[in-house]
């Protein structure tokens, strides 16, 4: 049994974490859906974003310099303090909750749900009734940027994280979702903390609509 496991809690510091990715550039899903958004000037004149799971604001950052509203959601209490010292935050654009993804609540009427290398985090118990809160928030146009672990991920032995198989993430995308990323990545490498790992990696960007594709 790995460690960390008896408590169902992700076995990590989230501190030394933030410390090895601070300054780190927007994750290019969550560029991606911009570009999109811009191609199309879909958005009205006071764009509003869900960052779900933002950790010390790496994405939620890109989205206020382009003058998003947003609202930054994180389960970790320092990720929320780290965000709101950072001197490059608006804080007319940015509201921010402590909020673990079991709980979560969200808001209507939203252009964008961002989720980082944050989903697998949500409990599998919970991550049916996560994902359909993330598809009713959305205006019809929105989009969903993030990613989610592959089956043959290193960490997919742990039972309190959710992971997909491609036949499952189809599924999951297969209603009210025109799918612009697809993108799968599988390949020995590193955590930011040094820890030796095999990454099996979905990346998605996806735009919510009514009629099926």
Not at 9 to 32: E, I, K, N
Not at 43 to 69: H, M, Y
């Amino acid at each position: 049994m790995e460690k960390g496991e008896k408590s169902q809690v992700f076995d990590r510091d989230w501190t030394a974490y933030y410390q090895a990715v601070a300054g780190r550039s927007p994750r290019p899903t969550l560029l991606t859906a911009l570009a999109r958004f811009e191609i199309e000037q879909s958005f009205n004149s006071n764009p509003f974003a869900i960052d779900l799971g933002c950790g010390d604001g790496r994405d939620t950052i890109e989205l206020l310099k382009r003058g998003w509203r947003v609202l930054a959601i994180d389960g970790q209490v320092d990720a929320i303090t780290r965000l709101r010292n950072r001197l490059d935050v608006d804080f007319k654009l940015l509201e921010t909750r402590v909020e673990r993804f079991e709980l979560v609540t969200l808001p209507d009427s939203v252009d964008l749900v961002n989720a980082s290398f944050s989903l697998p985090f949500c409990p599998p118990a919970n991550f049916s009734e996560l994902w359909e809160k993330i598809a009713t928030c959305l205006r019809e146009g929105g989009r969903f940027s993030g990613h989610f672990f592959g089956e043959r991920d290193s960490w997919a032995d742990r039972s309190y994280m959710t992971h997909v198989t491609r036949k499952q993430l189809t599924a999951l995308l297969q209603n009210c979702w025109k799918i612009e990323v697809f993108e799968e990545e599988e390949h020995l490498g590193t955590t930011p903390l040094g820890e030796e790992r095999y990454w099996h990696i979905f990346h998605i960007v996806a735009r919510k609509h009514l009629e099926k594709f």
